[in-house]
């Protein structure tokens, strides 16, 4: 027993290794930077996520520095605790009951519970490459493995001892643990809860202290976090709501197939199946306490997930915490000559697959569509770091050079491949919201005499993002090709702008109402375009052309313009009010422009400006555009007729 103890904690520290030279390896992929991101802002909570990865990646980058590893590290030995935590529920539910192992005559290490969890850690790949990546599954599946090892203790407790009783406690301490990685570990006392309910011998359990007392314990960990969410209108919730079941997209069966593809995919076909044998098996009636609730919280995570599917895509790491509760049922399954022979080729086939998945990740062996392959958005970033710091050559005469992009993604990835690691702004232009959105923007961190390096995706849709940002000038200064083995996975454009507003241009969007005035006004405007673009242009140039009236008045001349101007105006101001127009007027804050002002019904006026070459915008456009202004004269967007707001 000894010796096969030895050699299930050997496999954990092999696995260990290969973790740790993976993550030396494979660049960051762009969720890890942006974790990385909430590191260095440490919070009691965060937009997507609670705090438990960004506190996992802060302590490593504390002892190892702002490297790849070091923001790892926290992974890889979260991984080697949930690993040994599943070796040791494996040993303890074989040693107090029926071990169902098969007889003496299959290899040694397939008789240990034990050593062929770790075995199974080992080779399956969603586990072995998992614990690499620093993201909130890896946390969660270290807390939700101590927990249920803790459940498992409890459960094996005489009821309302005071082991058993230490034991709901220290569940409680872990289970607030996974409350603080991913907001889905709620399924796990969801699971318990029903286990205790559905069982005669377990709803003893339901008298006693200790699972009141642990779900206590587990609300104080996550109280913090709780907290932070009350002060930021409950987002993190939202967030996640929406993300788990939010608008539908696809069909039904096809989301269901990717559910199954993706768990297939991640822990290999036969033993996902044999897993899923293993948890049937703990269902029935005469199968131990302990093992049937393992059994519940495995079903109740996959059932929870399969109804999600009904509703939107979900991520194959989704309901990879059903597999912590599900490998203690198969590492001590019984298994006949068959069997033994299906777990053997199952382990084979699962090691085949992470041997491929880390070679693909490292060597690229399997030349697919970055647009297909996962692997490919964590190459290319060191491309576009180096390309933005020959950029940054054109930002001259600047009181500051600040950074930019778009999307969180290439904000985060910059930030960590860039010299020094500076602050990089997202803009959140073009994508959803995110963390970026809490903290301060560019907005509010740029002066007048700042430039702006920005990157954005290469062409039109990537230059709109540029004007969205209402600077004084802007020009592309510069093209990034991101490429991974000689194979570009990725274009962007980097623009140097000047003159960023200390507040975003806002825009809304109108109501129905205001819709269909403003169509209405656009129509309306039309006869009297010559009118309108003669007033700007006296406005600009003088005389030429001259206005159109009621009264056809003279052209004007360079002898008192201002009078000339404010007359004609008042004729003008005659005319459009018989057309339902309610004023021309200029505004100091766009001092090339003027307007024409229409009232509607719900208080919203409407204002056509013509703005020709050189009338400047603050949407930094030079184009005919409709202004949107409320009634107390702040001005609200601007709705080109080509891109009305509506």
């Known amino acids: ?104 005559d299959s290899p040694a290490m397939l008789d240990d519970p034990g050593t062929r969890a770790a075995l199974l850690m080992l080779v399956i790949p969603g586990a072995l490459i998992g614990f690499v990546l620093a993201t909130p599954d890896a946390p969660l599946l270290a807390a939700i493995a101590l927990t249920l090892a803790a459940l498992e203790r409890a459960m094996a407790s005489p009821v309302r001892s ?126 131990d306490a302990r093992r049937y609730m393992l059994a519940i919280v495995a079903t109740m995570i996959v059932a929870f997930f399969a109804m999600s599917a009904l509703r939107r895509p979900v991520e194959p790491n989704w309901p990879i915490p059903a597999l912590v509760a599900a490998l203690p049922l198969l590492a001590t399954m019984r298994v006949g000559r068959r069997g033994r022979v299906w777990l053997i080729a199952g382990s084979a086939l699962g090691g085949v697959f992470s041997l491929v998945a880390v070679a693909q990740a490292t060597a690229r062996v399997i030349h697919v569509s970055p647009r297909r392959d996962p692997v490919s958005k964590a190459y290319g970033w060191q491309d576009l770091a180096v390309a933005v710091r020959r950029a940054e050559s054109t930002a001259r005469n600047c009181s500051t050079t600040l950074f930019a992009a778009d999307r969180y993604q290439d904000a985060s990835e910059l930030a960590f491949n860039l010299p020094g690691n500076p602050r990089v702004f997202a803009l959140n232009l073009g994508g959803r919201a995110n963390q970026y959105d809490l903290w301060p923007g560019i907005y509010a961190g740029a002066h007048p005499a700042d430039c702006a390096l920005v990157v954005v995706d290469e062409g039109a849709a990537g230059e709109s993002i540029v004007r969205r940002l209402g600077a004084d000038s802007s020009t592309m200064v510069g093209t990034a090709v991101m490429t991974w083995r000689g194979s570009p996975v990725g274009r962007r454009a980097i623009w140097l702008v000047r003159g960023i507003p200390s507040a975003p241009p806002v825009e809304v969007e109108l109501s129905p109402m205001a819709s ?131």
């Open 516 to 646: 269909a005035a403003l169509s209405a006004a656009a129509a309306g405007f039309a006869p009297h375009r010559a009118v309108l673009d003669s007033i700007v242009a006296t406005y600009r140039r003088g005389p030429v052309p001259a206005i159109v009236t009621a009264t056809a008045a003279a052209p004007l001349s360079g002898v008192d313009l201002r009078t000339s101007i404010t007359r004609r105006l008042d004729s003008l101001h005659q005319l459009l009010q018989r057309s339902g127009f309610a004023a021309v007027y200029r505004d100091a804050r766009y001092r090339e422009c003027t307007f024409v002002r229409l009232s509607v019904p719900d208080s919203t006026d409407i204002g056509y400006v013509h703005a020709p070459e050189g009338c400047k915008l603050s949407s930094g456009h030079g184009d005919g555009v409709l202004r949107i202004e409320h009634a107390r004269d702040a001005w609200y967007s601007y709705a080109s007729p080509r891109r009305r707001h509506d």
């Open 162 to 287: 005071s082991a058993s009783f230490g034991w709901w406690c220290a569940a409680g301490v872990t289970l607030g643990l996974a409350f603080c990685s991913k907001f889905t570990s709620v399924l796990i006392p969801a699971g318990v809860f029903i286990a205790l309910l559905s069982r005669r011998d377990l709803r003893a359990r339901l008298a006693e202290p200790g699972p009141y007392v642990a779900t206590l314990i587990a609300l104080l960990v996550l109280t913090p976090t709780l907290i932070w969410n009350a002060n930021h209108e409950w987002i993190s919730f939202a967030f996640q709501l929406k993300h788990g079941l939010g608008q539908t997209r696809g069909s039904i069966p096809a989301r269901e197939l990717a559910l199954v593809g993706g768990q297939l995919g991640l822990i290999s076909p036969v033993i996902a199946v044999m897993a899923a044998i293993a948890v049937a098996r703990a269902l029935r009636g005469m199968a």
């Open 1 to 104: 027993m000894q010796s096969t103890t030895k050699l299930a904690i050997a496999l954990v520290v092999a696995a260990s290794i290969i973790r740790l030279a993976l993550a030396a390896v494979i660049p960051l992929f762009p969720d890890e930077t942006y974790y990385w991101e909430w590191s260095r802002n440490l919070a009691a909570g965060y937009f997507d996520h609670p705090p438990a990865v960004a506190l996992l990646i802060r302590a490593g980058t504390t002892i190892f520095g702002i490297t790849a590893l070091g923001v790892r590290i926290g992974a890889i030995l979260a991984g080697a605790a949930a690993s040994l935590a599943i070796v040791v529920m494996s040993c303890r539910l074989a040693a107090q009951t029926d071990t169902e192992t098969s007889s003496t």
